[in-house]
């Protein structure tokens, strides 16, 4: 969380005319707040479908949503009327004055989250809001049963008594990683993938502006959650060559935006980092290896990680002699469904 200072600016000669000045403006605005009709603004949330093959359990959730209406000149409207749980939001109705609005949307926020968000932020605030990173392994703790944090935003639409509702797409503020594995057909015995981890991953980002994602806190290398907890033991089997597209699911893990700079070094990126054990005929050995993000598992041509996509990294071990070695690697994005 960046800590915003407070600079505060005294001119002691013209003190007065500065103080006259923004009490004016202040009174005008608050007269233009409350001119034109009531109307009972809704909103209609556009989220995942649950047709959706991309999600996991909890990414299709919603819980509670903060709603923040603000009218033509920046001023909050509901101020008093933030919080509405999922349940209740298709019947939930706000009172507006008719005019231009700029609405957003945030489901599914964390406690310190929402705590911010209660504090009633400006719109400028609210735009510039950055997650917590020391809440990031919690929130992705509680995804399956909370929800994946997401927002969106309808700016400068016009309310009236005939036009009262406001379509706004929500959209996930992380992506997924998932990691798939596979071995060809001479790798004949029992390959055990016992850890991977998720390095460089994004543990904070903005809730609307992604500009310059990469200027974020880079965190430790953060565990994936492997799909079974002693080890994915991978069955899936290829011939050599690889061609066909069988794999065995063994991880995921989240993480927010990571847009790379230009120029990026191989600290910037996301990297896979695995470990494998392989026993064949009663002998154990270990391997590690590293998997970038990219089309050819190089770390210069690694993708940027944005928000409310899935990338599925995928990789297959072959034999070389007596070594284990790993080709293959392709990285497929894909997206959350909308609608």
Known sequence: MNIRGIYKKIYYIIFFTLSSLTMLSCTQAEVLATTGEDVNMAINLQTRSLSDENALTGEETLTNVYVFIYNSNYMLENGSDLSVTAGNLASKRWVVKEGIKHVYVIANPDAELQTRLAAKPSRQELLSMITNASSFDASVSNI????????????????????????????????????????????????VVKSVTLENTRKAGKLYDETNSYTYPIANINTATLTTTSGVVVTAVTSAPATDNTYTFVSYNYSFTNKLGSPFVETDVNKLNITIAYTESGYTMTYNYVLYLSTNNTYGSSLSIVPNSVYQVKATIYKEGITLSVNGVTTITNSFVIS
């Not at 929800?147 to 929500?170: H, V």
């Not at 503020?173 to 990691?179: G, L, P, S, T």
């Open 144 to 191: 399956p049963t909370k929800g994946i944090l997401m927002a969106g935003k309808a700016e400068s639409k016009q309310i009236t008594q005939n036009t009262a509702t406001i379509d706004i797409s929500l959209e996930r503020k992380m992506a997924r990683v998932d990691f798939y594995l596979r071995k060809e057909a001479n790798v004949s015995g029992s390959l």
